[in-house]
């Protein structure tokens, strides 16, 4: 489970991260939508929607705030992790997961160019590659592999690895095998 200020803290650093690219703390949304969305203030708010960073922060501290579900006849807050079944939970596991993934893989300097990190929503397939028969590549292999378990995410966020069998393994319902070096 995510803590709610490890996603609210990933959130403000993708906010931070637009401001600074786009020099911009808004982003607009087209009522027309074969438009797309864009950062910065609406020419003509007859055209788009104007939604300011921190509306977007407060939306998010809400939401997490006020996360309830039921056991039974029970009524709980959820005060750990995305909220259960919430329309934008996934955008919270993508965005929280990338933060710590980038904030790790920028410690890595030049080893960075071994790994290969895909994402789909909280779920990650990470290929770390590695010289064949280079002693010293495996190693820098293996410790990275170590780094990714144990520091890339918070300690409350635990990953599970799929073992490789014959070369192969599965990453949701696709199955991938290694064969001549290649994928």
């Known amino acids: 489970n995510l803590s709610h200020s490890s996603v609210v803290n990933a959130v403000k650093a993708l906010l931070e991260h637009g401001t600074k690219s786009t020099r911009s703390q808004y982003i607009k949304v087209p009522k027309d939508t074969s438009e797309c969305v864009s950062f910065g203030k609406s020419a003509n708010r007859y055209h788009a929607y104007e939604i300011s ?35 934008i939970s996934s955008a919270y596991a993508i965005i929280t997961c990338e933060f710590y993934e980038s904030m790790w893989l920028s410690t890595l300097g030049a080893d960075a160019k071994f790994i290969n990190i895909i994402r789909y929503v909280d779920d990650v397939n990470a290929i770390i590659m590695c010289a064949k028969e280079d002693p010293t590549s495996y190693a820098t292999t293996q410790r990275l592999r170590s780094e ?20 192969t393994y599965r990453f949701l319902e696709t199955v991938t095998t290694l064969s001549h070096g290649e994928f």
């Open 53 to 87: 960073f921190q509306q977007i922060l407060s939306v998010v501290e809400f939401d997490l705030s006020y996360a309830f579900f039921a056991v039974g006849c029970h009524v709980r807050q959820q005060v750990q992790g995305c909220p259960i079944g919430g329309v």
């Open 148 to 167: 990714l378990f144990e520091c890339c995410y918070p300690k409350s966020l635990t990953l599970k690895e799929e073992k490789i069998i014959n070369n």
